[in-house]
């Protein structure tokens, strides 16, 4: 990171990925195009989780290569005067792999939790549902920044 006085240190980036709303995971296919795709996740233990369905774009280019990057972008704010933004982000680098049995479940719970967590209780019900036409994705990171610009307060 080239301006180390804009670093978020490795507590306020988890905390950032605990926090933040949505990620764009970002993946390669066979030809070596670049595919982004902004996503719902959880990020747990060290690691983030997602769902997705059963096949697509993402899952062919995570078969392919598994090595992906993720950005998380948190709070953001245009400064005209400054020509200048507030900002946060963290990008988390690692490797995809889909997960089964209880882990795949735990983090579909998760996702209940962080996304509706006033239906926890119904969130089970939808997972048994549609747990056959969904697909859990761990990204093991292995690597994170973060960056902040914040104006000074006054």
């Known amino acids: 990171m080239r301006r180390k006085d804009k670093a978020l240190d490795k507590d306020a980036a988890a905390h950032l990925l605990t926090t933040g709303e949505y990620g764009v995971l970002s993946t390669v296919d066979v030809q ?69 049995g209880d882990e795949r479940y735990r983090a579909l ?16 019900k939808y997972i048994e549902r549609h747990d056959s036409r969904t697909m859990v994705v761990k990204i093991q990171i292995r690597s994170m920044t973060g960056k902040a610009k914040q104006s000074p307060k006054l």
Do not use: M
Not at 35 to 62: I, M, R, S, T
Not at 109 to 124: A, Q
């Open 32 to 100: 070596g195009q670049p595919y982004g795709v902004p996503l719902n996740y959880v990020y747990q233990d060290g690691c983030l989780y997602f769902h997705c369905a059963l096949e697509g774009q993402k899952l062919d280019n995570l078969l392919a290569n598994r090595r992906v990057s993720f950005c998380v972008v948190g709070h953001t704010r245009v400064l005209p005067e400054e020509f200048s933004t507030e900002f946060e982000s963290v990008i988390a680098f690692g490797e995809a792999a889909v997960v089964q």
């Open 109 to 124: 719970v998760w996702l209940v939790e962080k996304y509706s967590p006033d239906f926890v209780e119904e969130g089970h």
